[in-house]
């Protein structure tokens, strides 16, 4: 069974940082797809960062320089550390599993609320 679990999540100060993680079972999180997506209110979801099998990672928009993905192949966990964060990052952060054995499994997410 397929399971990914997100954590860290919180409430952040304008500028501060975060490290959400992504606790993969069922899927060996080295040799497949791993990606977090955010969905904020009354947007559609979108992609934040996606680790390749290997050391490829990809970035959605302009987040590089501030957010880094991840994986601790030992702990089957993937991260997202995010720095300097800004009010325009708070949503809804997703793990996801892209692909595997012909399907998407995601997360139930973890909300991350950034103030000024």
């Known amino acids: 069974q397929v399971q990914l679990v997100e954590s860290g999540g919180g409430l952040v100060q304008d500028g501060g940082s975060l490290r959400l993680s992504c606790v993969v079972s069922?899927?060996?999180?080295?040799?497949?797809?791993i990606s977090w997506f955010r969905q904020a209110p009354g947007k559609q979801r979108e992609l934040v960062a996606a680790?390749?099998?290997?050391?490829?990672?990809k970035y959605g928009g302009s987040l590089e320089g501030r957010f880094a993905i991840s994986r601790d192949n030992r702990k089957n966990t993937v991260y997202l550390q995010m720095n300097s964060l800004k009010p325009e990052d708070t949503a809804v952060y997703y793990c996801?599993?892209?692909?595997?054995?012909?399907?998407?499994?995601w997360g139930q997410g973890t909300q991350v609320t950034v103030v000024t």
């Open positions: 996801a599993a892209i692909y595997y054995r012909g399907r998407d499994y």
């Open positions: 069922g899927v060996t999180s080295s040799t497949n797809i």
């Open positions: 680790a390749y099998p290997g050391s490829t990672t």
